[in-house]
T-cell receptor, first 114, second 111 residues
Framework: DGGITQSPKYLFRKEGQNVTLSCEQN?????MYWYRQDPGQGLRLIYY???????QKGDIAEGYSVSREKKESFPLTVTSAQKNPTAFYLC?????????????FGPGTRLTVT | ELKVEQNPLFLSMQEGKNYTIYCNYS?????LYWYRQDPGKSLESLFV?????AVKQEGRLMASLDTKARLSTLHITAAVHDLSATYFC???????????FGEGTQLTVNP
């Protein structure tokens, strides 16, 4: 089955630790995205990548880092510099730029930092 | 800067009633996307509207796009409890590289 997988579903970390969230897709999509969602809020774009080895900052990139070494994978690292990392993180992909191609979402990772 | 506004943000309605959710956006775009999110879950694509005057229907939901007015509507006909969810509209940036999402409309359908 083609789709987007995110792991783990739930993640608990202590303050001050970096943590990496996984996102893998087998849809052969060029573009991938990371969003953050806080309770009762909309989606905010963290980073996006339109091709391998290239990525751009979104609206709230501070305290996050990404890599895009393979087309299938776009891991997100939440660093200790991120002030309020507890949130629901969603990964998405599209076959091209999101303006022209529909985005498909993974199931999400719920991160809790205490 | 592109702004996408939905209203209402919260909607409580009775089963069997009709209602419309509105999505306004601030810059020119000839396409718009609607998504559904159930509590604690990810986003699921509902409609892709690709041109002015586009209308799509799926069950009790119908979406339309008026690019001149920069407005999309999501109309709910004879609501049922299963439609309870949060609905988001999303509009592409001019560059086409990313989407901007509205704040979401939290719909609750009561028996």
């Amino acid at each position: 089955d083609g789709g987007i997988t995110q792991s783990p579903k739930y993640l608990f970390r202590k303050e001050g630790q970096n943590v990496t969230l996984s996102c893998e897709q087998n849809l052969n999509h060029d573009a991938m995205y990371w969003y953050r969602q806080d309770p009762g809020q909309g989606l905010r774009l963290i980073y996006y990548s339109q091709i391998v080895n290239d990525f751009q900052k979104g609206d709230i990139a501070e305290g996050y880092s990404v890599s895009r070494e393979k087309k299938e994978s776009f891991p997100l690292t939440v660093t200790s510099a991120q002030k309020n990392p507890t949130a629901f993180y969603l990964c998405a992909s599209s076959s091209g730029g999101a303006g022209y191609y529909e985005q498909y979402f993974g199931p999400g990772t719920r991160l809790t930092v205490t | 800067e592109l702004k996408v506004e939905q209203n209402p943000l919260f909607l409580s309605m009775q089963e069997g009633k009709n209602y419309t959710i509105y999505c306004n956006y601030s810059t020119t775009s000839d396409r718009l996307y609607w998504y559904r999110q159930d509590p604690g879950k990810s986003l699921e694509s509902l409609f892709v509207l690709l041109s002015n005057g586009a209308v799509k229907q799926e069950g009790r939901l119908m979406a339309s796009l008026d690019t001149k007015a920069r407005l999309s509507t999501l109309h709910i006909t004879a609501a049922v409890h299963d439609l309870s969810a949060t609905y988001f509209c999303a509009v592409p940036e001019t560059s086409g590289s990313r989407l901007t999402f509205g704040e979401g409309t939290q719909l609750t359908v009561n028996p």
